[in-house]
């Protein structure tokens, strides 16, 4: 009996892994930080659902985030953000989701200063600073 084996191109086995992959479908509540911002009552579901199993202190810290994007106290909402930021132990989930509020409040702020509020340039500025640190 011949042994006979035929190699694949060299790309091939790429090629197959993406069909596969694209044909996955995603659950409407997956975080991606793809495309544009969420919304900030969006980010706000998503900050309080990824941190449901932290620590309770962080926990809390979450819901002062969510609470804050909600009500469009965004200084606040910064602030809480940064707390939870300076932790070194964030799971990718919490990481999206932390992205995701950050871009939020940026497109809620950037339309809010073109109308002119200087409320939303303070916020604006304080979360440009945050970045900094």
Do not use: W
């Amino acid at each position: 009996m011949k042994n006979t084996t035929h190699s694949l191109p060299p790309g091939a086995l790429l090629a197959v892994l993406l069909v596969v992959a694209s044909g996955c479908s995603k659950s409407s509540k997956e975080i991606t930080a793809a495309g544009a911002p969420p919304q900030p009552k969006e980010a706000a579901s998503q900050i309080q659902q990824a941190f449901t199993g932290a620590s309770v202190e962080v926990k809390q810290t979450a819901a002062v985030v969510s609470e804050s994007l909600r009500t469009a106290n965004y200084e606040q909402a910064i602030q809480s953000l940064q707390v939870i930021k300076a932790r070194q132990n964030l799971t990718l989930e919490q990481g999206m989701a932390v992205y995701n509020s950050e871009q939020a409040m940026v497109a809620k702020l950037v339309a809010a200063m073109e109308a002119g509020d200087p409320n939303a340039k303070r916020a604006y500025e304080l979360l440009k600073q945050s970045k900094r640190n």
